[in-house]
């Protein structure tokens, strides 16, 4: 097949990368794969240095939504695309509009448990302009059944996938970060990957780790991401007295390398009505760590509730300082709920059986032809 990925977002965060991964391994399996964003993003830079074609759009201004579907549509028609696969909200608008009178499919990747129609153009989009959604979890499929009004029939549920780091890769990685951070063989460290924004939970996770260190000093908290909220978390940190505990790292973009690093993994959502399947939990599961997350959105499929970490309510700092606290204080628990964790991923959540699993949604998709409006 011919394939069209697109993401008109600003930033990289889970949802960029599961489109670098999904192409690469589209790639894999002899499919001819080209991915669209916006010029310069950190995307196509990324797939440029993987061999992946890219498609610069400026996708930003809905008011241009007929110039961009214009410029997609000349490309769906000269690279005579099967199927153009959209992963954000204006290039989800400008994929239903491109595909329009020509032979490719549109297929609408859905990472957030946010409603996706708004106005009546999204309304107009979702009903003729879609062949077949996806989604990363049920808790996704649920939202577009129930607020958006699509049919089950049009909508499929596959798990993201990611690919896997060798075990003397991360052994070396987790030498050399942790003496970046320079902490000792017996801090306990417990990451966090997330963008700060208000729906990650950080305020909550903060109120935590000041519950944490209380009784646990030999700990460090490393924070992965930037966003709106880090000032006013740093004045957090700073009130409640625990920042020589945290450490706000900002955006890396070398994540395989700040993973092996950690000891625990936590992930603390807020039930916003957006968190789906982060793609930073499952990178803790591929490199075998124990997690503590907070139970919303598709997490809960994630962990295995006391085999491979511990699941706690969102917005309940106290119940998530007391699961990290058992496994603070429990080398050996971690130690088995890591390699818990590491089988689950095996199992479920590698790149190789998402790309199979959409392949086969293609598939589908240019068999059985359009089911819009049913």
Known sequence: MNILLTNAT??????????LILAKYLGLRGHTVSVSALP?????????????PTIPIDYRGMDRVFAMAAQLRKELRGRAIDIVHSNANYDR???ALAAAWTPARHVAGVHSTHSIQHNLTHWLRNRWGIDHFITDADAGK???????????????TVPIGIEDVPEEERRAARRATRDRLGVADDIVVIGNVARLVPFK??????????RVVAGSPRVLFPIIGDGELLVPLEEQARTLGISPYVRFLGFQDDLHLWYPAFDI?????????AEMFPIAILRALATGLPVVCTNVGGIANMVREGASGFLVPPEDPAALARALQTLILDGDRRHSMGRASAQLFLERYHATAMAEKIEQVYRRVLTTGTQKEK
């Open 201 to 210: 939970g950080h305020r909550v996770l903060l109120d935590a780790v000041a």
């Open 265 to 273: 993994y936590c992930h603390s959502s807020l039930e916003l009505a």
């Open 142 to 156: 649920d939202v577009l059944i129930t607020e958006d009004h699509v049919a089950p029939a049009r909508i499929t």
């Open 10 to 19: 600003d930033i990289f965060a889970g949802g960029e990368d599961y489109v």
């Open 40 to 52: 310069g993003h950190l995307l196509l830079d990324k797939c440029a240095a993987a061999g992946i």
């Open 93 to 95: 608008t400008a994929a």
